[in-house]
């Protein structure tokens, strides 16, 4: 991440006011966070194009039967983000799919508590 996403990150990491508790219940709903604030000011989308994205993934995810609880939303969230950087040519499926299978892989390796980091091999 640059240190513009650096600091965006330590910015929407915690809830504004007297709530000290974080917003994100994981560091990846974060980081998919920033990604789609990253992306838009750099051009690559608009925030209605994005919001049109998430409303849409959302339905899509209701009408197959997501109750809604609010624990799935950041899910809904990255494949929006997914399916909006394939849409505009920024990457496609199967590099996407590969990205998701090396982060698994490095995941499945990586010791509880200790940050997840590509090997060059997965890359």
């Keep these: 991440m640059t240190m513009a996403t650096n600091a965006t990150m330590a910015t929407i990491t915690t809830s ?11 560091p990846w709903q974060a980081h998919a966070f ?9 051009g690559l989308f608009t925030w209605a194009e994005w919001t049109a994205a998430l409303a849409d993934e959302i339905r899509r995810a209701q009408a197959g ?14 494949a929006a983000l997914e399916r909006l950087v394939a849409d505009k040519g920024a990457s496609d499926a199967v590099e ?9 892989r490095a ?11 590509l090997a060059d091999e997965d890359r």
């Design 107 to 117: 995941a499945a390796r990586t010791p509880h508590g200790r940050p997840i980091e």
């Design 16 to 26: 504004p006011g007297p709530d000290p508790n974080p917003t994100f219940s994981e």
């Design 65 to 78: 039967g997501d109750p809604d609880l609010g624990d799935t939303y950041y899910r809904h969230w990255l």
């Design 96 to 104: 996407l799919e590969h990205c998701r299978q090396a982060w698994e």
């Design 34 to 42: 920033a990604l789609v604030l990253t992306l838009h000011e750099r």
